[in-house]
């Protein structure tokens, strides 16, 4: 059974950082796509940050803000968020796809006060 480990959200007051972590340990090769997704409740779940090899695509709120990467260690990706807004609040997924692999994270809560 994969487990994607997730880290780094928490409570940042708005126009600051926050850094989240993705591991998705256990995998003996590199999985193609990693990507981050958020949600509010009660509304569909959104793209946020998507890496592919060295390809980034951003949802537009992201642009400017966020910037995706992936680490030197098989499997992890991170999300640098500047900026913060209140609208920002959500829980934030990890999801690392191959193929027909497809693997999510149990999310992480990212509150950005006013």
């Known amino acids: 059974q994969v487990h994607v480990v997730e880290s780094g959200g928490g409570l940042v007051a708005a126009g600051g950082s926050l850094r989240l972590s993705c591991e998705v340990p256990?995998?003996?090769?590199?999985?193609?796509?990693m990507a981050w997704y958020r949600q509010v409740a009660g509304r569909q779940r959104e793209l946020v940050a998507r890496i592919v090899i060295t390809f980034t695509e951003y949802g537009e709120f992201a642009k400017g803000r966020f910037t995706i990467s992936r680490g030197n260690a098989k499997n992890t990706a991170y999300l640098q968020m500047n900026d913060l807004e209140p609208e920002d609040t959500a829980v934030y997924y990890c999801?690392?796809?191959?193929?027909?692999?497809?693997?999510w994270g149990q999310g992480t809560q990212v509150t950005v006060s006013s």
């Open positions: 256990g995998i003996g090769f590199n999985l193609h796509a």
């Open positions: 999801n690392a796809q191959d193929t027909s692999l497809d693997f």
